[in-house]
């Protein structure tokens, strides 16, 4: 079953990066009341191995383009 994701997202030096992101400029007809600034997530993937120690993998989300997408570039 799958889950809505929607993340916030703060930079030590550009702040809240996630402001307006979910919002009806930004995303258009996928603009959920709420949520405006949070970004919608489609898909997070995450791997952790146990070989010798516990290594973990970088993380990888898929989202539309919105109001972050310059700043996460």
Do not use: W
Request: aromatic fraction near 6%.
């Amino acid at each position: 079953m799958a889950n809505i994701i929607y993340l916030t997202l703060k930079g030590q030096k550009q702040g809240l990066i996630s402001a307006g992101c979910g919002s009806l400029d930004s995303i258009g007809n996928n603009y959920q009341r709420g949520h405006e600034n949070e970004i919608f997530i489609y898909s997070l993937q995450h791997l952790m191995t146990r070989e010798q120690h516990v290594s973990h993998h970088p993380v990888t989300v898929i989202k539309p383009i919105d109001k972050s997408s310059p700043l996460l570039a």
